[in-house]
């Protein structure tokens, strides 16, 4: 696991776990032990294959250009553009926390811009959405980490579904890769 190029606050939401599985934990019976908070618990990890690409996505598998070493999703845009349902999951439970969608994004000559989006899907109701705009990638750029959650976990708290897109804006070519989707404690 390559924690250098993600984002603070991912690395912050994900440590406990790591502390846990490395069994480094101080117990809490021990004097000055402080009750750790609630490890994120991850609801979804989307590995990228030839085999495994979303079902109706005008995407193709790249595995020569990869964040994590296993390939990654190769989208070709027009003048347009447009969003890009990657993943709907459904039946995704109670969430404890807070929904939080990680995942890294590249671009090439694109002449727009590219970010993540997260819908969300109450029992009853609107739906909700959040996008990454201020961590989009233009341009030619190197691989971005990429984050996003609601603001007011209340929000997302008992979904029916959720989506998970890529919107680009203007004709490039852009990359996706190590795309998770985690319920994180709320502080």
């Known amino acids: 696991m390559i924690l250098l190029s993600w984002p603070l606050r991912t690395i912050l939401a994900i440590a406990p776990a790591l502390v846990a599985a490395c069994g480094t934990e101080v117990p809490p019976d021990r004097p000055g032990a402080v009750a750790a908070a609630r490890s994120p ?11 495994r690409v979303p ?9 020569d250009v990869s964040q994590d070493g296993g390939g990654s999703l190769r989208v070709l845009t027009g003048e347009e553009g ?5 993943y709907r999951l459904d039946d995704v439970g109670p969430v404890e926390g807070s929904l939080l969608y990680t995942g890294f994004l590249k671009s090439q000559d694109l002449r727009g811009t590219a970010f993540l989006e997260l819908w969300c899907h109450p029992p009853e109701g609107n739906p909700a959405f ?12 190197d691989w971005k980490p990429q984050e996003l959650s609601f603001s007011r976990p209340e929000t997302c708290h008992d979904p029916v579904s959720v989506e998970l897109n890529v919107v680009i804006h203007g004709a490039g070519t852009v990359w996706i890769d190590n795309l998770r989707l985690w319920d994180v404690a709320v502080e």
């Not at 618990?41 to 085999?51: C, G, K, M, T």
């Not at 079902?55 to 598998?61: I, S, T, W």
């Open 130 to 141: 959040v996008r990454g705009v201020p961590t989009r990638v233009a341009g030619t750029s």
């Open 55 to 63: 079902a109706g996505a005008d995407a193709v598998f790249d595995p």
């Open 82 to 86: 447009g969003r890009l349902r990657l």
């Open 41 to 51: 618990v991850q609801i979804a990890h989307f590995p990228l294959s030839e085999n």
